[in-house]
């Protein structure tokens, strides 16, 4: 008996300790095999966040290459590009805010002399500091050169350095919104010491995210920039950037067709001959050339606002765009809209041919033989109004005579008058006309003043906007005041095209000042 209760113990012991041993070896496998899961997800996760698709390098292209000094360059892409390598005292943002970049501070000391201070910690993309006396090198070499920054720096009287981080920069009169002004790119004095700046054959050097590695006859090359301050927080998914340099634009849109260009922005309304409408993406955005009625507010008749509000919700600017202009413009509602986060929606009007007669009538206006006439100053008159174009100007007259035929079906009478281009910027001068065709390209500043200031071309009086001209905080009261005035139609603007490769990635945000906002988050997949 004794014997079998220990053979029987002997045996539940054996299987225990089998069984035990089982566990530990289920334990250890699925503990093991746990971890193999969590770390394959893992990897699997983190090949998902870096995409290890991603090429390595973007290209470009650009056409009528001059020179990758920013100061110096006439190229608009090379310009736009160049934001990439050389940075300026303030930025602009994606929606035209001023954000400070070199800058660290921008007081006002009085109306015409400000102070900029900046750190010191900054590198030049060769290692040295960042000091005050670039920014005025940069001011001084602006001022002397032929350079698109010519009118930033117009204003600037003098600069002084009382020491390496700060810079007092004097004007020579009063400037509204003096920081915009300050978004051109600066250079190193100590790089260009001795030089003839000109026609220095150094290769341009900045502080930006890339660098400038080699400039030859066909290509140049950016690399990532390992003295940007900002690298980590905002490293670049692409290491460089190839821009090949080609003699003319069909050439670079025939290779972006081809699959050995990334990315092309142009404001070419045609772009679809050249690449198809296949087989990319595009992104568009609102360009700065700006075009809209302006009225003699002088005249006998359009000095009522009736009549210009009634012509306002007559014309179609949708159909201007699309029949006349071909889908090549965008319409606008005024001259903040290219994107500023100052413009508040203000003066978007839908075409209403009976809200446009019943504002004339409600004004005293009557509708005789199919014309509408006023007894004004003790004499009758008919709502007759000559358009000034410019006769060289073919699109305009157009669009001039497009508006002609829509103020016709309400009664309206428009007679386009084509003058030479002497005699239209006579007339516009002068203010010698009732209603005239014309446009600008919007500044980067928010100054209203071309239209509502002293002097301007509508002959536009109002003393309320006036007083509101010089700060920010006025501007949804101004356009207000100016969309129930109509001194103005904006009619259109231009469009930018951000053309890219299909395979591109990122979060694209172009406008008209630069077009490669965050551009660390952009990538090419294979």
Known sequence: MKSNNNNIFKYIFAVVVIGLAIGAVYI???????????????????????????VENIKMGISNYDTMNPLLTTNKEIINISKLIFEPLVEITEDYHVRACLAKSFEKIDDRTYQVKIDNSIKWQDGTSFIAKDIQFTIEKIKEERSIYTSNVECIESVETPDSETAIIKLN???????????????????YLNEDFKNSSKIPMGTGMYKIASIDNDNILLIRNDRWRNLNE???????????????????????????????????????????TIGYNKKEYRG?????????????????????????YAINKNDIVSSVLGNSKIVTSGPLDYGSYLYNGEGVITPNQDEAKKILQDDGWTYV????????????????????????NQERINVANSIKKQLA????????????????HEYLQN????????????SITPDLSYFYGDNNIANYNNENIKSKLHSVENFAEIQKIANEDVPYIGLYRNKGILILNANMGGEFKPNSYFTYYDFFEWYRQV
């Open 28 to 54: 250890l496998y699925y503990s093991k095999n746990n971890n193999i899961e969590e770390v394959i997800e893992e990897e699997t996760q983190t090949k998902n966040e870096s995409e290890i698709s991603i």
């Open 431 to 442: 203010k010698n006309y009732q209603v005239i065709l014309t446009g600008i390209n919007n």
């Open 173 to 191: 009169r009063d400037v509204d919104f003096i920081e915009f002004y300050l978004d051109f790119p600066i250079l190193s004095s100590t790089y």
């Open 409 to 424: 079906d309400i009664g309206i009478i428009i007679n386009v008058i084509s003058v030479t281009e002497e005699k239209y």
């Open 288 to 312: 700065r050339s700006y075009d809209f009625l302006s009225f003699n507010c002088d005249d006998t008749i359009l000095t009522n606002k009736a009549v210009r509000r009634a012509i306002n």
């Open 234 to 276: 905002a490293t670049p998914k692409t290491s460089s950037i190839s821009i090949h340099k080609y003699n003319a634009i069909g050439e670079m849109f025939n290779t972006f067709k081809l699959g050995n260009i990334d990315i092309i922005n142009t404001y070419m309304t045609n772009y679809n001959d050249y690449v198809g």
């Open 369 to 392: 033989n199919n014309r509408w006439q006023k007894s004004i100053n003790g004499h009758v008159r008919r709502l007759v109004l000559n358009l000034t174009v410019n006769e060289g």
